[in-house]
């Protein structure tokens, strides 16, 4: 079946702009994961949902990260007034449900590039 | 609050030879351990995980790792590397109080000489 998709899979835009970066799971998923990955680093966690809420949001590193997930599907990553230390793979990842240990599902990341 | 270190960022070994990547953790509550993989542009995959029970696990292509409460390590190792194996492995972790929370180390890119 289809695994987690995002979209798009490169996004450059210029310091100070909006950024929406989109996360589509694999279906019957209910959890879904948000992390950022910089150079040379592992994923870094940045929010959680569990259905249409969020569940735990302490990897947001500042008020310019917000995550909506209105359907408890698809979930989209808005970032405002982007800086150059945002540039980062963006990755989602999705799990069947909240239990202890349940895999989660990487999808390929969005690579954000910010000028 | 967990964190994990992988001490090698680098591991270069020739093909058919054994394999340890090494990854340490800290955490003061229960945890759950796991390393991901990483081929190239390819992305994330869990390669094996450890939750209870028998502390040995292993993943389906000969890798296996141990965990290890009085070290707290969590090496991965593998007896005989194929050229298929080169990658980028990340040990993570999740405490049972926030499972969903994973925590990865910094990765360690393995790569296979012929």
């Known amino acids: 079946g289809a695994g987690v998709s995002q979209t798009p899979s490169n996004k450059v835009t210029e310091k100070g702009k909006y950024v929406e970066l989109r996360c589509d799971p694999i279906s019957g998923h209910t959890a879904l994961y948000w992390y950022r990955q910089s150079l040379g680093q592992g994923p870094e966690f940045l929010i959680y949902f569990q259905g249409t809420g969020a569940a735990d949001d302490s990897g947001l590193p500042n008020d310019r990260f917000f995550a909506v997930r209105p359907e408890g599907s698809v979930s989209t990553l808005k970032i405002q007034r982007t800086e150059r230390g945002d540039s980062a793979v963006y990755l989602c990842?999705?799990?069947?449900?909240?239990?202890?240990?349940?895999?989660?599902?990487f999808g390929p990341g969005t690579r954000l590039t910010v000028l | 609050a967990q964190s994990v270190t992988q001490l090698d960022s680098q591991v270069p070994v020739f093909e058919e030879a054994p394999v340890e990547l090494r990854c340490n953790y800290s955490s003061s509550v229960s945890v759950y351990l796991f390393w991901y993989v990483q081929y190239p542009n390819q992305g994330l995959q869990l390669l094996l995980k450890y939750l209870s029970g028998s502390t040995l696990v292993e993943s389906i292509n000969g890798f296996e790792a141990e965990f290890n409460k009085s070290q707290t390590s969590f090496h991965l190792r593998k007896p005989s590397v194929h050229i298929s194996d080169t990658a980028e492995y990340f040990c993570?972790?999740?405490?049972?109080?926030?499972?969903?929370?994973?925590?990865f180390g910094s990765g360690t890119r393995l790569s296979i000489r012929p």
């Open positions: 990842a999705s799990s069947l449900g909240p239990s202890k240990g349940d895999t989660q599902y």
């Open positions: 993570a972790v999740s405490g049972e109080s926030s499972a969903s929370k994973i925590i």
